[in-house]
Nanobody, 124 residues
Framework: QVQLVESGGGLVQPGGSLRLSCVASGRTFSVNAMGWFRQAPGKEREFVAAIRWTSGRTYYADAVKGRFTISGDNAKNTVYLQMDSLKPGDTALYYC?????????????????WGQGTQVTVSS
């Protein structure tokens, strides 16, 4: 099993920035990719960004491309999501997820482990 704990959410004004962190523990050697998803009230969970541990290659949803940056620190078993130029539409509960297989990075059901989520609210 792998446990994931997110942190870094909060209230920020439009145009502001936040950095989310996700620390993995347990059988982390089985994890080959990690991702961030978000879910707003009344909406389905949607892909935000993902990173492959072996290559470091990153992937982004069109809605956040150019504003969000995913990065990872293998030694610390931690993945980050730097969020800049935040908009009210970015308001959601943000989840960290991990998977054993590198394929299907944008599909929530393909992930094996999930954190509890951290709330991000963008409002003036």
């Amino acid at each position: 099993q792998v446990q994931l704990v997110e942190s870094g959410g909060g209230l920020v004004q439009p145009g502001g920035s936040l950095r989310l962190s996700c620390v993995a523990s347990g059988r982390t050697f089985s994890v080959n990719a990690m991702g961030w998803f978000r879910q707003a009230p009344g909406k389905e969970r949607e892909f935000v960004a993902a990173i492959r541990w072996t290559s470091g290659r990153t992937y982004y949803a069109d809605a956040v491309k150019g504003r969000f940056t995913i990065s990872g620190d293998n030694a610390k078993n931690t993945v980050y999501l730097q969020m800049d130029s935040l908009k009210p539409g970015d308001t959601a509960l943000y989840y960290c997820a991990a998977k054993r297989i590198e394929a299907g990075l944008a599909i929530p059901t393909e992930y094996d482990y999930w954190g509890q989520g951290t709330q991000v609210t963008v409002s003036s």
